[in-house]
């Protein structure tokens, strides 16, 4: 998702655009990312309701307010490694691009 977000502006070329704005970078970014967060928190409740909803609905075996509470439990315990790793991920690919930049920006092309 995070992916196509980003990606979508710069196969449609509108992120020329994007930028000519008089917003920071880093505000457009952390906005997308707000949004990005806020969508998977919105697909993670929705998935966790409608899990629920069909085991109430099929009377599933060993079905109980106990298991709903662990499976709630298990499915937001992922969300939230999800989300770390999306941070790091982040941070990582931030460096990363700011390396290449630097390299590209200092980089003896004479040879």
């Given at each position: 998702m995070v992916a196509w977000v980003f990606g979508?502006?710069?196969?449609?070329?509108?992120?020329?655009?994007?930028?000519?704005?008089p917003t920071s970078q880093g505000a457009i970014v952390a906005a997308k990312l707000v949004v990005v967060s806020?969508?998977?928190?919105?697909?993670?409740?929705?998935?966790?309701v409608l899990g629920?909803?069909?085991?109430?609905?099929?009377?599933?075996?060993?079905?109980s307010a106990e298991a709903a509470w662990q499976g709630i439990a298990h499915i937001w315990a992922g969300g939230g490694v999800t989300a770390i790793s999306f941070a790091i991920l982040a941070v990582t690919g931030a460096a990363g691009t700011a390396g290449t930049f630097a390299w590209w920006l200092?980089?003896?092309?004479s040879r």
């Open positions: 979508r502006e710069l196969s449609d070329g509108t992120v020329r655009y994007l930028l000519a704005l806020v969508w998977c928190a919105a697909l993670t409740a929705l998935i966790t629920l909803a069909v085991g109430a609905v099929l009377s599933l075996p060993e079905w200092y980089a003896d092309f």
